[in-house]
């Protein structure tokens, strides 16, 4: 089932779905006017704010991005999450809408979902391995070909940026929540070593590992 919500300029949750309130522990309605921060650990709220805010600045849709998520229950669970800016009546940024289908849910739904769930699956569970995409296309019964032509189809971009995607949310995950060293970051997020890590990490993000860490416990300092 999905899990929708939309939050104001501000972060602050102004329209939602029974099954995000459900999965944070919610009475119906309770979640409108709560922000990140009222349900998740601080370090984690501060990675969804950041991730908001580059959204809106960017005016741009952000599609099927991988997010771990703490539930109600404590337990953190992998979700894939859409992200668009919306807009008011004069065509002005004021908020973020979200989409999110939990991974673990995703054996039970239809369409192109379902038919690379047995990917999806082996992504998420092995972040240390290097998936090849012929493992992967093997999983889902389909040829290397016709694989990435519906993983692409779905997701919209290949397996292995998909894969690549994941392995960044994961580093990123740990660089906001632990004080591992880079190097360990690295080996438990599926790069070959902590140089190859700072490329990519750099590439995609825009600023090295260590920069984000920092620029993650400003945040997390100014929202105590």
Same mark, same amino acid.
């Given at each position: 089932?999905?899990?929708?919500?939309? =939050?104001?300029?501000?972060?602050?949750?102004?329209?939602?779905?029974?099954? @995000?309130?459900?999965?944070?522990?919610?009475?119906?309605?309770?979640?409108?006017?709560?922000?990140? @921060?009222?349900?998740?650990?601080?370090?984690?709220?501060?990675?969804?704010? %950041?991730?908001?805010? =580059?959204?809106?600045?960017?005016? =741009?849709?952000?599609?099927?991005?991988?997010?771990?998520?703490?539930?109600?229950?404590?337990?953190?669970?992998?979700?894939?999450?859409?992200?668009?800016?919306?807009?008011?009546? $004069?065509?002005?940024?004021?908020?973020? %809408?979200?989409?999110?289908?939990?991974?673990?849910?995703?054996?039970?739904?239809?369409?192109?979902?379902?038919?690379?769930?047995?990917?999806? %699956?082996?992504?998420?569970?092995?972040?240390?391995?290097?998936?090849?995409?012929?493992?992967?296309?093997?999983?889902?019964?389909?040829?290397?070909?016709?694989? $990435?032509?519906?993983?692409?189809?779905?997701?919209?971009?290949?397996?292995?940026?998909?894969?690549?995607?994941?392995?960044?949310?994961?580093?990123?995950?740990?660089?906001?929540?632990?004080?591992?060293?880079?190097?360990?970051?690295?080996?438990?997020?599926?790069?070959?070593? %902590?140089?190859?890590?700072?490329?990519?990490?750099?590439?995609?993000?825009?600023?090295?590992?260590?920069?984000?860490?920092?620029?993650?416990?400003?945040?997390?300092?100014?929202?105590?």
């Amino acid at each position: 089932m999905v899990a929708f919500y939309m =939050k104001d300029l501000d972060g602050f949750f102004i329209r939602c779905n029974p099954r @995000f309130e459900e999965f944070h522990g919610l009475a119906s309605g309770k979640a409108i006017g709560l922000n990140d @921060f009222d349900l998740h650990p601080t370090e984690i709220a501060s990675r969804y704010r %950041a991730e908001d805010k =580059k959204i809106m600045e960017s005016d =741009k849709l952000t599609p099927n991005r991988t997010w771990m998520v703490p539930g109600a229950d404590g337990l953190q669970r992998w979700w894939l999450s859409s992200k668009a800016p919306t807009h008011d009546a $004069n065509g002005e940024v004021n908020g973020v %809408a979200g989409v999110m289908y939990q991974v673990s849910d995703v054996a039970g739904m239809t369409g192109p979902f379902q038919r690379i769930e047995p990917a999806l %699956a082996l992504i998420h569970s092995n972040p240390e391995d290097e998936l090849t995409t012929r493992q992967l296309a093997s999983a889902c019964n389909y040829s290397e070909s016709q694989f $990435n032509r519906i993983f692409k189809q779905f997701m919209g971009f290949p397996p292995r940026q998909y894969i690549l995607r994941h392995k960044l949310e994961t580093s990123k995950g740990m660089l906001s929540s632990t004080d591992l060293p880079l190097s360990e970051i690295a080996s438990r997020s599926g790069f070959y070593d %902590a140089s190859d890590f700072g490329k990519r990490f750099r590439a995609h993000e825009g600023i090295t590992p260590r920069h984000y860490r920092m620029k993650l416990q400003k945040l997390i300092t100014a929202a105590r």
